[in-house]
């Protein structure tokens, strides 16, 4: 356990020994800002809720957080530190585990540093906190989800270009796997259950409820249980292809 | 110290390291010696668990590196090919991340790192970006890591390539230094490298351990071991005749030289030694002899015609 902390508090630090840290907040606070305002009609709607701004994290994400998690793995592998850390009295997992979570707290720090529109929403009006906060930990929770597929991918490769843009070809899947544009790739030579199957991964239905203010058990383990399978998957894959 | 048992690793369909064994105990310093592609750096990473061998054992200090791998892995240091580190972070800073991944904290972590950085003379580059060194002082991090934790294993692959002579010296100093407590296998292109620093010195090729032994041993594998160079003034006629007829000599080789001289290189039958009645020869002949001395045999010849037997006579 005291090795995850180890690696955590590394990897954290080490976002903000390099430009990527800065470079990652600004661009996610002013791209989220941008949104909420003009395309989300923030004013215009003259409601005190922060739906316009939820309504554009799966997308946000999912271009921001490949950015992020593809240096994960990539980097080691290109780097050679790889070796180095695997040859360390260290499990697997508790690499995996401790790089996931420093890049999910991450953007935990990202997304807690949009605190003013909160502030902006309860100065304006009487919002329903308990509806934001249950935003908040739905827009975290998939931010995790983004990531363990960011992790996973970057560990099949050293190229952190091919990371991303695999990582996000794949979370793209996840996010509009409820829609036609997936969907219909699947329908008719496969049975309704997968069907259902595959529309019931959908991040957009999942994160839908939540960033109502409906915090629905099902979604949490959803999430949570991807992440889990995403970094047993980024496991296995190290394990199978270390010396590549 | 270190056991290795009948290791094998394939790749796909090529054997990378074929049914090697041996083991290394306290006090030895073992050379691995190879071309590139031998199958050095693979064995290597087996050893440290870092690759799954297809076959055979290894044991560090009794533990099964990979049945209980995390106990072996506390008790080896490893310089990786290389020596890779985390760029963006600082010696010190890389060094303290090191020693908290293998158990230390506070004062004791402290400690260990001032003293580790002073056994390396990383002193004047703590606080620069590891990534902004240079290969020296990258080598350097690389070997502090390694010896942190006073490992009774050290596994160094290649310590010394691509340093200048001052700081090779410095490495192979730190590495006698530690040589007394320690089994340590380290594996080098520099063949003097060998004479400097082991105490054995083992050969492998396409995956197989070709010869294992002292590097005198090794050397004594040499055709020119103890063969005499004989350089005279004039022409020297009939000299090479004269010393070909000398009990004990194989052949006789006439070696280029300078202008006005003559160079002789007088090989021994194997086992032989000639010096006697090379010098008596001096001793009975008018000659005008400006050089006479015994060749101690060449690690780069045996290497050469161990690992390339086809052309080793030309």
């Not at chain 1, 058990?217 to 998957?233: C, G």
């Not at chain 2, 070997?143 to 009774?152: E, K």
Request: net charge neutral.
């Amino acid at each position: 356990m005291s090795r995850i902390g180890v690696i955590f508090k590394r990897e954290l630090i080490g976002y903000f020994a390099t430009p990527i840290a800065a470079v990652f907040i600004v661009i996610f606070l002013m791209l989220a800002g941008a949104f909420t305002f003009y395309l989300g009609d923030f004013f215009a709607r003259g409601q005190a809720d922060l739906l316009p701004f939820f309504n554009f994290h799966p997308w946000l994400y999912l271009v921001l957080i490949p950015a992020l998690a593809m240096r994960l793995w990539a980097e080691e592998r290109r780097g050679g530190t790889i070796e180095l850390l695997f040859t360390l009295p260290v499990t697997l997992w508790e690499a995996v585990v401790g790089k996931f979570l420093a890049a999910w707290c991450f953007t935990g720090i990202a997304l807690a540093l949009t605190f003013p529109l909160w502030v902006t929403v309860n100065v304006l009006g009487e919002p329903d906190n308990g509806v934001i906060l249950a935003g908040y930990i739905g827009s975290f929770l998939m931010a995790g989800g983004f990531m363990a597929i960011g992790s996973c991918v970057s560990a099949m490769t050293k190229n952190q270009v091919i990371a991303f843009v695999v990582s996000v070809v794949v979370g793209l899947g996840f996010v509009l796997s409820g829609f036609p544009l997936v969907l219909d790739f699947f329908s008719g030579w496969t049975p309704q259950f997968f069907l259902d199957l595959i529309s019931s991964f959908s991040f957009l239905t999942h994160f839908h409820d939540v960033s109502r203010g409906v915090i629905d058990l099902r979604d949490v383990v959803y999430f949570l249980s991807l992440i889990v399978f995403w970094l047993f998957a980024t496991a296995l894959i190290l394990e199978w292809k270390k010396a590549e | 110290m270190v056991e290795i048992r009948q290791l094998r690793k394939t790749f796909g369909p090529i054997v990378a390291v074929d049914h090697v064994s041996f083991t290394v105990s306290r006090g030895d310093v073992l050379g691995f010696l190879g071309p590139n592609g031998a199958g050095k750096s693979t064995t290597m990473k087996m050893i440290t668990g870092f690759l799954t061998p297809t076959k055979g054992t290894v044991t560090v200090n009794g533990f099964d590196i990979q049945q209980q791998p995390l106990d072996a892995k506390k008790n080896l240091g490893y310089l990786p090919e290389g020596a890779p580190a985390y760029g963006d972070m600082t010696p010190l800073s890389f060094l303290l991340f090191i020693g908290a991944m293998r158990g230390f904290r506070g004062d004791d972590l402290r400690r260990r790192v001032r003293e580790t950085v002073k056994k390396v003379n990383l002193d004047g580059v703590l606080h620069q970006p590891v990534e902004t060194l240079s290969k020296g002082f990258k080598r350097r991090v690389g070997l502090a890591q390694a010896i942190l934790h006073d490992p009774s294993v050290l596994i160094l692959d290649e310590p010394t390539d691509g340093l200048d002579p001052n700081q090779k010296h410095e490495v192979r100093s730190l590495i006698r230094d530690m040589a007394k407590q320690k089994a340590i296998i380290l594996s080098t292109h520099v063949l003097e490298e060998v004479q400097a620093v082991c105490t054995r010195a083992m050969i492998i090729a396409k995956g197989k351990v070709i010869t294992d032994g002292t590097p005198a041993e090794l050397e004594a594998q040499s055709r020119y071991y103890n063969s005499i160079i004989l350089r005279l003034k004039g022409e020297a006629a009939g000299v090479q005749a004269m010393l070909q007829r000398l009990p004990g000599v194989k052949t006789v080789d006439v070696l280029e030289g300078p202008s006005g001289t003559r160079g002789f290189r007088v090989i021994p039958e194997r086992g032989q030694t000639i010096i006697g009645a090379v010098s008596q020869g001096v001793h009975d002949h008018p000659w005008d002899v400006i050089e006479l001395s015994v060749d101690r045999g060449h690690l780069d010849e045996v290497f050469r015609s161990l690992t390339m037997p086809a052309q080793a006579l030309t």
